[in-house]
C-alpha cells in the first residue's frame, strides 16, 4: 500500500535561515508528488509537484523540493525563511498502477514555525 | 474567479441530525473530492467524483452520501449525524486525475453534539 511520511510534527527556524520539512514516501509505482501549504483557517494551496523529469522542482513563494528516488524521499526547501511562511505543510503522494485510480495520500502535516 | 465555495462555513449537529455541505466550483473541473480534516491525521479521503453523474467511495465513505448532478457542484451529505463526523470538512477540484494539483476550497467545520 502507498504511504507518505512526514517525520516532524513541527519544525522551528529562525527567520534567514534555511528551512527544510522533510517527506518519505512508499509506493509500488511511479510516485506523482506534491507539496501544500494551509494557514490558518484556510484550505490547502498547492506549492508544488514532480511528474517526472528534473529531481529538483522550484515552485510558489520561493520553495523547492528535491525528489531523491533512491531514498524514497521528497523533502521540501526554502534558502531564506519567512515569519510569514509560519504554517502547516503537507506532503502528499499519487500513484498510478494497473488497478488503482490514483488517489492522493496525503501525510500528517509538519507545522512551520519562523520566529521573528 | 471565486474558485471553490464552500457553504456553509460552520454547523453545529446534534447527534442523529442530517446535514448537506454544498461545495461549488467555477473552473470547469472534472474531479471533484470530499476529504475530512483532523489533528494529526492529515487530510482523509471521503468520496470523490471524476465527472458529473459519477461518484465512488475513498478510504472513509461511511456515513457519508455524495452526489454530483452537475458539474460543477458536488454535494456531501450526512443522513444521520455522529460525533465521530466533527470535523473540519474540505472540498476540492482538479482539472486532470493524476497529475493535476488540486484546488481547494475554505473549509466547513462540523460539530456534531
Known amino acids: 500500500a502507498q504511504s507518505v511520511a512526514q517525520p516532524e510534527d513541527q519544525v522551528n527556524v529562525a527567520e534567514g535561515n534555511p528551512l527544510t520539512v522533510k517527506c518519505t514516501y512508499s509506493?509500488?509505482?511511479?510516485?506523482?508528488l506534491f507539496w501544500y501549504v494551509q494557514y490558518p483557517n484556510r484550505g490547502l494551496q498547492f506549492l508544488l509537484k514532480?511528474?517526472?523529469?528534473?529531481?529538483l522542482v522550484k515552485g510558489s513563494y520561493g520553495f523547492e523540493a528535491e525528489f531523491n528516488k533512491s531514498q524514497t524521499s521528497f523533502h521540501l526547501k526554502k534558502p531564506s525563511a519567512l515569519v510569514s511562511d509560519s504554517a502547516l505543510y503537507f506532503c502528499a503522494v499519487r500513484v498510478m498502477t494497473t488497478d488503482s485510480w490514483g488517489k492522493l495520500q496525503f501525510g500528517a502535516g509538519t507545522q512551520v514555525v519562523v520566529t521573528p | 474567479n471565486a474558485g471553490v465555495t464552500q457553504t456553509p462555513k460552520f454547523r453545529v449537529l446534534k447527534t442523529g441530525q442530517s446535514m448537506t455541505l454544498l461545495c461549488a466550483q467555477d473552473?470547469?473541473?472534472?474531479?471533484m473530492y470530499w476529504y475530512r480534516q483532523d489533528p494529526g491525521m492529515g487530510l482523509r479521503l471521503i468520496h470523490y467524483s471524476v465527472g458529473e453523474g459519477t461518484t465512488a467511495k475513498g478510504e472513509v465513505p461511511d456515513g457519508y452520501n455524495v452526489s454530483r448532478l452537475k458539474k460543477q457542484n458536488f454535494l456531501l451529505g450526512l443522513e444521520s449525524a455522529a460525533p465521530s463526523q466533527t470535523s473540519v470538512y474540505f472540498c476540492?477540484?482538479?482539472?486532470?486525475?493524476?497529475?493535476?494539483?488540486?484546488?481547494f476550497g475554505e473549509g466547513s467545520r462540523l460539530t456534531v453534539l
Open positions: 476540492a477540484s482538479s482539472y486532470l486525475g493524476v497529475a493535476g494539483e488540486l484546488f
Open positions: 514532480y511528474i517526472t523529469g528534473d529531481n
Open positions: 509506493v509500488s509505482g511511479n510516485p506523482y
Open positions: 473552473m470547469n473541473h472534472e474531479y
